[in-house]
C-alpha cells in the first residue's frame, strides 16, 4: 500500500483557515485520497475523499496536486469542534482486498481561542 | 441513526478470561471491519468481512477470531486474553461500491477493553 506522511501536529486560531497537508509521493492511479478525522474519545469519522480534482463538501475542501503527490485539507474556518487528529489515507479504487483503510499516526490539530 | 452500535462500551477483563466483542450495522453494509487503537496511534486492523460468512485477516489478527452469520452483525472474540490486547476496539462498516469507486467507512464509538 501506497504510504502517506503527514506532520505530527499543527495549531490554529479559532474562525481562522486551516491547511493541513499530506504527501504520497507513490500514490498509484487508482489510489483515491480519504482523509478522516477522530475527535476524543470517539471513532474516526469520514471527512471528503477525492481522485484528481479538488473537492468540496459542507466539512471542507481537498486540494489535490497535478501530480497527485501531495494534497491539502482545508478547513475554512476552524472552530475549538474541529480539535482533532486528522488522517490521510490512500485507499485503492479497484476496491480488491475489502476497501481496507490503514491508517497512520494523522495530524493532531490543535485549535485556540 | 444508529448507524454503527458496539457493545460493551467499557470492560475489564482478567488475564486468560474469553468475551466476545459485537458489532452491528443497520446500513445494509456489505462490509465489516474490526480494528484496535493502541495509546497514541492509529487504528490497525484485525480482521474484516466482506460478505456474510465470509471472513478474512487483518493486520494484527493473532489472539483473536472473528464471525459473519449474519450480515447486520460482525462479532469479534478473545478466547484467553492478554495484557497485550488492553486497547480500544472500533467496528466498521462500508457499502460495497461499483469498480473505482469508494465507499466510506462508518465508524462506531468504540469498546475500551483493559485486560490485568
Known amino acids: 500500500d501506497a504510504k502517506t506522511t503527514q506532520p505530527n501536529s499543527m495549531e490554529s486560531n479559532e474562525e481562522e483557515p486551516v491547511h493541513l497537508p499530506c504527501n504520497h509521493s507513490t500514490i498509484s492511479g487508482t489510489d483515491y485520497i480519504h482523509w478522516y478525522r477522530q475527535l476524543p474519545s470517539q471513532g474516526p469519522e469520514y471527512v471528503i475523499h477525492?481522485?484528481?480534482s479538488n473537492v468540496n463538501n459542507r466539512m471542507a475542501s481537498l486540494a489535490i496536486a497535478e501530480d497527485r503527490k501531495s494534497s491539502t485539507l482545508i478547513l475554512h474556518r476552524a472552530t475549538l469542534r474541529d480539535a482533532a487528529v486528522y488522517y490521510c489515507?490512500?485507499?485503492?479504487?479497484?476496491?480488491?482486498?475489502?476497501?481496507?483503510?490503514?491508517f497512520g499516526t494523522g495530524t493532531q490539530l490543535k485549535v485556540e481561542l | 441513526n444508529a448507524g454503527v452500535t458496539q457493545t460493551p462500551k467499557f470492560r475489564v477483563l482478567k488475564t486468560g478470561q474469553s468475551m466476545t466483542l459485537l458489532c452491528a450495522q443497520d446500513m445494509n453494509h456489505e462490509y465489516m471491519y474490526w480494528y484496535r487503537q493502541d495509546p497514541g496511534m492509529g487504528l490497525r486492523l484485525i480482521h474484516y468481512s466482506v460478505g456474510e460468512g465470509t471472513t478474512a485477516k487483518g493486520e494484527v489478527p493473532d489472539g483473536y477470531n472473528v464471525s459473519r452469520l449474519k450480515k447486520q452483525n460482525f462479532l469479534l472474540g478473545l478466547e484467553s486474553a492478554a495484557p497485550s490486547q488492553t486497547s480500544v476496539y472500533f467496528c466498521?462498516?462500508?457499502?460495497?461500491?461499483?469498480?473505482?469507486?469508494?465507499?466510506?467507512?462508518?465508524f462506531g464509538d468504540g469498546t475500551r477493553l483493559s485486560i490485568l
Open positions: 477525492g481522485l484528481t
Open positions: 466498521a462498516s462500508t457499502k460495497r461500491g461499483t469498480s473505482l469507486s469508494n465507499q466510506p467507512q462508518h
Open positions: 489515507i490512500l485507499r485503492d479504487g479497484l476496491g480488491g482486498g475489502g476497501n481496507k483503510l490503514t
